[in-house]
Structures are given as structure tokens and as C-alpha cells.
Nanobody
Framework: QVQLVESGGGLVQAGGSLRLSCAAS????????MAWFRQASGKEREFLAA????????AYADPVKGRFSISRDNAKNTVYLQMTSLKPEDTAVYYC????????????????WGQGTRVTVSS
């Protein structure tokens, strides 16, 4: 099983930046791509970005291209989501996931979810 633990959420003013972290552990987590999703209150969970452990290949959803950046540190088994130029509409719970078949349109098969970390962007 794969265990994922997010951190780094909090309150930030509009225009600010925040970096989320996701520590991965367990069996075969490196076999999966790592992805970030978010879910705002009353809305469906939304794919944001994904990255592979081996090559560091990335994919982004169109709404966050140019503002969000996903990266990984293989030595720390940690994936990051750097968020810049934050807007109030970025307010959501952000989830890390281990998944298969990820592209800019999302992931076909999510194998594990983290518990989520809340991001609040004030205007």
C-alpha cells in the first residue's frame, strides 16, 4: 500500500505563493505517477498536475499552467506543488495522489489519496 501525507497548506493573501509537500511511502509508490488535485467547497475534485518519479515528466491542467509547478525530490520521496499568483478561487482542500495514466486531462486510475491540506486565499 501507498501512504501519502500532505503538508504546507494555510492562509495566504491573494497574489501570494505557497508550496505544498507530499511525502510518499509504502510499497511500489515509485511505480505510480504522483498528482495533485483540489476540491473546493461544493465542487468536484479537480486535477491540477502530475509528475513521474523516474523522468520527472510533468502534465498540467490548463487552468493552472503558468501559475502552478509540480516537482519531486526522489531522495526524500516527496512531491511538491509550488503555487504562485494565488487567487481567492484557488481556495480548496488540496490532495496528493498516486495514480496511473495521468495526462493534462487527469488520471485514469488513482491508487491512493492523501488526507488533504487546506489552502485559503484571502482577497
Amino acid at each position: 500500500q501507498v501512504q501519502l501525507v500532505e503538508s504546507g497548506g494555510g492562509l495566504v493573501q491573494a497574489g501570494g505563493s505557497l508550496r505544498l509537500s507530499c511525502a510518499a511511502s509504502g510499497r511500489s509508490f515509485s511505480s505510480y505517477a504522483m498528482a495533485w488535485f483540489r476540491q473546493a467547497s461544493g465542487k468536484e475534485r479537480e486535477f491540477l498536475a502530475a509528475i513521474t518519479w523516474s523522468r520527472g515528466s510533468t502534465a498540467y491542467a490548463d487552468p493552472v499552467k503558468g501559475r502552478f509547478s509540480i516537482s519531486r525530490d526522489n531522495a526524500k520521496n516527496t512531491v511538491y506543488l509550488q503555487m504562485t499568483s494565488l487567487k481567492p478561487e484557488d481556495t480548496a482542500v488540496y490532495y496528493c495522489a498516486a495514480a496511473l495514466g495521468c495526462s493534462g486531462n487527469g488520471c485514469l486510475d488513482v491508487k491512493a489519496w492523501g488526507q488533504g491540506t487546506r489552502v485559503t486565499v484571502s482577497s
